[in-house]
């Protein structure tokens, strides 16, 4: 777990806000809570490290907390996509509901739903479905403009970039990604 041990423990006292949890969010908010109760048993969030500082001048003593820094992912993981849905692409919409990006397309008589989670999944998809996505802008409510714009704005940069499952040994960001690799 990346977070200090302070923020998961007032994670689990937050309260919605007035909104009520999702019916997909109430199993996580259980477990918060469970873990706040049983001293956080299977999470293992971050406790500082108490740092002792005597002042030579003043022989006053001072406590700094320090904290690690958080172990992050390197790649992220990306699931295989159905490649070619630009041929009968219907149209896509976020979901508040899934909270994800969902493709509809056409595949002979048969209609068929891409279910996007993370906007980086689209990196899977083939230059003229991300070309479509780009092309054909993404549908949602109001409410939830500011989660189905980034989606949007991922499809706008691969398209402008050419970021896409064909061409990513060639884009400067699988270069970095090599990069990073080999200096961990």
Known sequence: MSLPWWDVDELSKVRTL????RKNDAAMWGLIKFESLKNLKHWKPHYPKKVRRVNPE???????????KPKTMMNIPVPKMEQEFYKGFMGWVYSCI???AVITY?????????FVYDPMWLVNCSAKDIECLFVIKI????EDREQA??????ATIFFQKGVNSESKCN???????EKGRLKA
């Open 18 to 21: 007035g909104y009520p949890v």
């Open 106 to 114: 056409r595949a002979g008589k048969e209609v068929r739903e891409i």
């Open 58 to 68: 003043t022989s006053d003593v001072e406590i700094i907390l320090n904290v690690k």
């Open 171 to 177: 884009s400067k960001w699988w270069s970095l990604e």
């Open 139 to 142: 549908r949602f409510q109001s």
């Open 149 to 154: 714009m980034q989606f949007q704005k991922v």
């Open 98 to 100: 899934s909270t994800e």
